[in-house]
Each structure stands twice: as structure tokens, then as C-alpha cells.
């Protein structure tokens, strides 16, 4: 069903060999299930999720974006008024250190630093065993919506572009195929966990 390696190799900090879907299972599979539960979302999802952006591994690793670095930079500087829900004051104190932090994703969703302001958490909450409970909080409030009425389709496409997918068909998501494959791993995950 499934041939090659899709899951993306993270270029920097360590990250965990073992990876793949038994992976994935191993991994996260109690959690995907108890946080499945608590937020009413498939773990079939919450894995395939997992499997597209980590490959399962754990530590899961992470990946610096040096264009939300800069972007993040601007809204410090007061050159940009605001970046996603980041305004001025919530970064004014933050060394160059803190912004890469915020500017990397981490965990097994590989969550954007930055979201951690929505919680009044810290990133290193973010790259911890707990990333997972707030991975799935975030999913949940951010395109649960999507879940409840089973459009995974647009949940996969979100997660990756931060929009619902293109009426027009047309994915712009970075792997062009992200969303067949994450619908694919959720048909492999289902009864897995």
C-alpha cells in the first residue's frame, strides 16, 4: 500500500531512529487514544497526523522556518502590526534565542513554537511528553470543526497551510499529495489503536 519513505527528515536536533507506523503506534498510541477521547477526535487521525509530520519518531525532533523568524522579527520590531495571533507585546522581550524557538515546530505534529503563547505554556512544553496533550488541544480548537463534521480532508490541509482545502481541488500543501497520504495512513490506523 504504501512505498518509500514520506515522512520528512528533520534536519536539525537530535530526533529518534525508530520511525514508521508500528512507530507511531508504539509511540503515541496510548495518548492519540486518551486524547482522542478527551477532545472527541479520531486517533486514526491524531496518528496519521503524526506519521505525515514525525514519522512517529520520539523524540519527535524539529524544524526551523526561517520565514516565520523573520516575520516574527518584524511584528517585534513594530514593522508588522501582528503575525497570526502574535502581536508586539507578546514578543517584545524576546531574545534572538526565544524568536528561533518560536519561528520551530516541535513535537509529533510538529506544532509552531508560537502557538505556545495561546496557552501561556512555554515551548519547552511544546517539545515534552505533555506536547502531545497540547498538540491535540490546539488541533481541537483550531479546526476541530472540521473533525466533528468528518471533512479530514480539509483538517489535513489546515494543519499543513493553515486553510481549508481549495474548492478548486487544487492542494497547496508542501508535499502535493500531504492529504491523500494522511487519508491513507487513517484507513492503515483504523482498529490499529
Known sequence: MFKG???RTLKDGPIG?????QAVI???GSDFRKFGKEFH???EYLAALCMLESGGRKPAGFRYEKHVYTRLQLVKLGLRRQYEHVKPADIGNAGDEALQNLATSWGPFQLMGYKCLLYNIYVKDLRSDEGVY????WIKES???YLIKGDYKSAFHIHNTGRAFPK????VTHDPKYVQKGLQW???FKGKL
Do not use: L, R
Not at 531512529?17 to 507506523?21: D, F, T, V
Not at 497540547?134 to 488541544?137: A, F, L, M, P, T
Not at 478548486?168 to 492542494?171: A, D, E, P, R, T
Open 5 to 7: 519513505v514520506w515522512w
Open 26 to 28: 508504539d509511540n503515541y
Open 134 to 137: 497540547w498538540g491535540v488541544k
Open 17 to 21: 531512529e525508530y520511525a514508521g507506523p
Open 41 to 43: 477526535i479520531a486517533p
Open 168 to 171: 478548486n481541488g487544487k492542494s
Open 186 to 188: 487513517m484507513q492503515y
Open 143 to 145: 479546526y476541530g470543526s
